[in-house]
């Protein structure tokens, strides 16, 4: 049975963040995670009933603890009754050269997809490792698998992290019951992160047909799954220099949505002056974690 | 006039955080200060009314982004209508020896006081700071003189923050409508944290007597203020390793209040579990924010 390790346990909104730990087979390194605990779980004497699980995925450079401090999704968590589990951002320690040269490709930079290109390919498998492995091991461990329920689990996330929670969302239908994103990168394929991150960890030589396959505006034009229930909400504030900088390209993801005709299924507000950074995650936070309630009760 | 320097204006809540500088002629330094101004005041075309003010001091280490960032006070005041204003800890770059050697002395550990001891009298003199220059500069200042309102003014604070708020309050009757604290330094001269402090800024040979006069427990016993109008809000951690070292002594604060009879106005509630961080902080920022919003209304 799956095991993690405990860190730290840390009371928050009158439930509990556990900073954990496990060793990982999908990326060959040890990986961090936080899950808090909402009050139902942590204060009930008896077995608790299980709640759901909403995934955040974080930005570029971020360790499990950036958005557990600053994202002050716990307090809206706590009141709808529901987990949240903050993956890490990639691999640490796989010890590749040049992984740490830049702030915005190797570690803390795996942009949830799963490498092909040497030397990459052996540890920065970040989509089997949110899609596969850490739910299978938190839903079959002994810490969480009694009060986290496998079968309502909604995913969010940040920046590169919007990206993942829209990608991985719209390539498995039905294992996600929502999604939702603050300030995604929301067409890689025409932005210098995407471009940088996908030419690395699949190859030069990799095509850009090879990268739509990972590209939530591309994935969205052929989503199979049931497009009259598509519920997408995303937030993006209209000061964030990287939306200015077309890193994020939300309208090239309208743009789609209308092309296919599920325009009604994606909701894009564009939030005056507020940037890229967690006071624009801790104020919108409270409107993702209740979409995402919708859908996990 | 005085004048501040905007560093950054950031949107959050619906209002806006400022991080803004200016010269202090009383720690000679240049000073920075946070100010969150609720979206009543930044949203508005014509001019607005002006609103109270609940000034946050931080604890030790801290800078004025720390709770800005992560006690989540901003969500509470925005619903309230209040400004909040996050002072430094104490002057930086005064370039005095031994300034930079521990946490708990010197930089980033002013204590509130007005430091009588060579080298630190120069420099270290958070009290007037706080209770004189900071206020006199914020409300006769351009950018904040029109939209802050001088009358209605309350304090609170973290652990250091808190023995700042605690006794600056008590020496000052009727200088804030209300006083908070977040696992304040109740009884400094019975603390490591505090004799430390008293004994370095008044100087080896100043006495306990000297040092009472900036004791929250002390003070309250002396306190000349309206006893029967009295509402101290203190919440503390069971959790909190600063409260098991007796670094804090709540229950010598909660002892005196019995002693000259204001128990009834003073509230202490131990938090199960809870620790110092910005985790506890921020999951009791609303009540310490409604406490407040009672007395600035």
Known sequence: MASFETKATIATFGGKLLKVSHE?????????????????????SSSPKKVPVLIYLSGLTC???????????QASAAKHDIAIVYPDTSP????????DESYDFGTGAG?????????????????????KELPSALFGSEQFGKVL????????????????????????????????????ICNPTKAPWGEKAFSGYFGKDSGVDEWKK??????????????????????????????????????NFEAAAKEV?????????????????????????????????????
């Open 92 to 99: 640490r320690g796989a010890n590749i050269a040049g992984e």
């Open 214 to 251: 990972h590209d939530a505006t591309e994935l969205l034009k052929t989503y199979s799954g049931d497009k009259a229930k598509l519920d997408v909400l995303i937030d993006v504030g209209t000061g964030d220099n990287f939306y200015k900088q077309k890193q994020l390209l939300p309208e």
């Open 261 to 297: 005709g599920v325009e009604k299924g994606v909701t894009v507000r564009y939030q005056p002056d507020y940037d890229h950074s967690y006071y624009f995650i801790s104020t919108f936070g409270a409107d993702h974690v209740a979409h995402a309630a919708k859908y996990l009760a």
């Open 63 to 73: 360790t499990p603890d950036n958005c557990s401090e600053k994202g002050f999704l």
């Open 24 to 44: 990982s087979s999908t990326t060959g390194t040890p990986m961090a995670v936080n899950v808090f605990l909402p009050p139902s779980v942590t204060s009930s």
């Open 149 to 184: 329920d496998k079968d309502r689990v909604s995913i969010t996330g940040h920046s590169m992290g919007g990206h993942g929670a829209l990608t991985l969302f719209l390539k498995n239908p039905g294992m996600y019951r929502s999604v939702s994103a603050f300030a995604p």
């Open 111 to 131: 942009f949830y997809i799963d490498a092909t290109a040497e030397p990459w390919s052996k540890n920065y498998r970040m989509e089997s490792y949110i899609t």
